[in-house]
């Protein structure tokens, strides 16, 4: 599976970005579909995913602030990331999971907040 992230930008604090990721070249069915980002100096971490289900899951600091969606039909995910703060600032990845194949990472996007 290949995915193409975009939507990454440069934002004040308090502002919105929408993050987009669709995949391409995909057999079988993907079950998960997630961001990441990594920052400078960070190790990389999960911010969210959903299942083929629909269930989702946040990290701690972006709850409340940033929604995960997927369209399956188009096997697109999306990031709705609101009130951005400064520690938002990363590169953001986008992972799916593929029935029998595995995990597929997109080339990242960067998300620079400005105080």
């Known amino acids: 599976v290949q995915l193409v992230e975009s939507g990454g930008g440069s934002v004040q604090a308090g502002g919105s970005l929408r993050l987009s990721c669709a995949a391409s070249?995909?057999?079988?069915?993907?079950?998960?579909m997630a961001w990441y980002r990594q920052a400078p100096g960070k190790q990389r971490e999960l911010v969210a995913d959903?299942?083929?289900?629909?269930?989702?899951n946040y990290a701690d600091s972006v709850k409340g602030r940033f929604t995960i969606s997927r369209d399956s039909a188009e096997n697109t995910v999306y990031l709705q990331m609101n009130s951005l703060k400064p520690e938002d600032t990363a590169i953001y990845y986008c992972?799916?999971?593929?029935?029998?194949?595995?995990?597929?990472w997109g080339q990242g996007t960067q998300v620079t907040v400005s105080s």
């Open positions: 070249g995909v057999r079988y069915s993907i079950n998960r």
């Open positions: 959903i299942t083929i289900g629909g269930r989702t």
């Open positions: 992972s799916a999971t593929e029935l029998f194949t595995g995990t597929g």
